[in-house]
């Protein structure tokens, strides 16, 4: 298993939306690449789960290295959530946390600064209904079984 992202400079924005319980799916936009769509099977931590959030990095780099570097990235992305929260621990003071396992078993892993993100009300997050609807149609019959990793609760 491969980890990516672990400073996730080449990621730039996107929405996530976990409105349908079970699955959260959503866009996200990475250097030399250009927009990804998203269908995960699992759900938001507590904190915001059954929501919808949008995110613009402001640590972004449109780096001529991302192309390469993220050739292998599946697009779309398929796969399972680890831990999408903006509270992900304890012991460390709130900001927006986003991971996730693809169906090839790479482990990815976005941190973002708490002014990076935020939850979308219902009349902005109505704004994506089409296309979450869109991609729940088009890529959750595509999701493979689930498969087994550690729950948030295994991890502390």
């Known amino acids: 298993m491969a980890e990516k992202f672990g400073n996730f400079r080449w990621v730039k924005d996107g929405y996530l939306d976990n409105r349908s319980a079970g699955l959260v799916v959503g866009q996200m936009t990475f250097a030399g690449i250009g927009t990804v769509s998203f269908c995960l099977r699992g759900d938001f931590k507590n ?8 995110f613009r990095n402001s640590q972004y780099l449109d780096d001529e290295l991302a192309g390469d570097r993220l050739a292998d990235l599946a697009v779309p992305q ?3 959530v680890s831990l999408i929260s903006f509270d992900p621990h304890p012991l460390l003071p709130p900001h927006p946390y986003i991971e996730w396992f693809s169906e090839d078993d790479v482990h990815y892993r976005i941190e973002l600064a708490p ?10 997050a109505r704004q994506f209904d089409g296309e979450s609807d869109s991609l729940r149609t088009a890529l959750a019959p595509r999701l493979e079984s689930p498969r087994t990793h550690l729950s948030e609760d295994e991890w502390f």
Do not use: N, Q, R
Not at 47 to 54: C, H, L, N, T, V
Not at 115 to 124: C, F, G, V
């Open 47 to 54: 904190d915001i789960a059954g929501k919808a959030f949008s």
């Open 115 to 124: 002014e990076d993100a935020w939850i979308l009300e219902d009349e902005k």
């Open 78 to 80: 398929l796969g399972t």
